[in-house]
């Protein structure tokens, strides 16, 4: 599942966090460390975003909620939905997504739906787990000012709503 998710952003984050440390000179290990940390910072970034577009407000999000959903986009809540519900739960999903627009008794019916599977529990899990995981990867390098707006970055990117 994670593979699916790694090639859309946290690739990106992945590389960008790595050039960083080749940029700065840093050593093989400091440049490992680093790309570890992209790895799993992207990673937690694109699970929130897949998330946020069902649970956020469209005002707050920018976008219309759902719209992933419909534009049959693979994120990691299709992804874990899909492996882990039963038949008439994808049914369900699946005649919602078939409306053109997203009113909101289909968002509240998918939103129900993820929840009862525990796909968000399991998406905000995901998120934490990432985030932890990404902060360890940061305790092997020495304080910097660099390292500490990493580590804001990183509580930020756990925190946002949009």
């Known amino acids: 599942m994670l593979q699916l998710i790694y090639q859309k952003t946290a690739k990106l984050i992945e590389v960008s966090c790595e050039m960083g440390g080749i940029l700065g000179d840093g050593t093989s290990d400091e440049r490992e460390t680093l790309r570890q940390f992209g790895t799993n910072l992207g990673l937690a970034f694109q699970i929130q975003d897949d998330l946020l577009d069902i649970i956020s407000e469209e005002n707050v999000l920018g976008k219309p909620i759902g719209s992933d959903l419909v534009e049959q986009k693979k ?8 492996s882990t519900a039963a038949q008439s739960e994808i049914d369900k999903l699946e005649m919602c997504l078939k409306r053109y627009t997203m009113d909101a008794d289909s968002i509240n019916t998918i939103r129900t739906l993820l929840e009862k599977n525990k796909t968000i529990l399991s998406a905000r899990s995901s998120i934490q787990n990432h985030i932890t995981d990404a902060l360890q990867c940061l305790d092997k390098l020495k304080t910097t000012n660099a390292k500490e707006n990493l580590i804001l970055l990183s509580l930020q990117l756990r925190d946002r709503l949009s």
């Open 75 to 82: 994120s990691y809540i299709t992804v874990h939905f899909y």
